[in-house]
C-alpha cells in the first residue's frame, strides 16, 4: 500500500495569487481547517510545495 499524507488547511487563502487558490481547490481543501488523505506522490508533493505556507502536513 502506498503511503499517504494528511493535509490540513491552517490558513486562509484571502489574499493569495490566484495559483495558490487553484491549488487548494484542486487538492480538496475548501475551509480552513479541513483535512484530507491523499496519496503521497511527486504531483501531491509539488502541490505542497506551492502552498507549504497555508497548510499543516502529516505522514501516516
Do not use: D, W, Y
Request: include cysteine; aromatic fraction near 2%.
Amino acid at each position: 500500500m502506498a503511503k499517504t499524507v494528511m493535509i490540513t488547511l491552517k490558513k486562509s487563502p484571502i489574499g493569495c495569487l490566484p495559483k495558490q487558490r487553484a491549488t487548494l481547490k484542486a487538492l480538496g481543501l475548501t475551509k480552513v481547517n479541513k483535512t484530507v488523505e491523499k496519496e503521497n506522490n511527486e504531483f501531491i508533493q509539488g502541490m505542497i510545495k506551492v502552498v507549504g505556507h497555508l497548510i499543516k502536513v502529516e505522514e501516516k
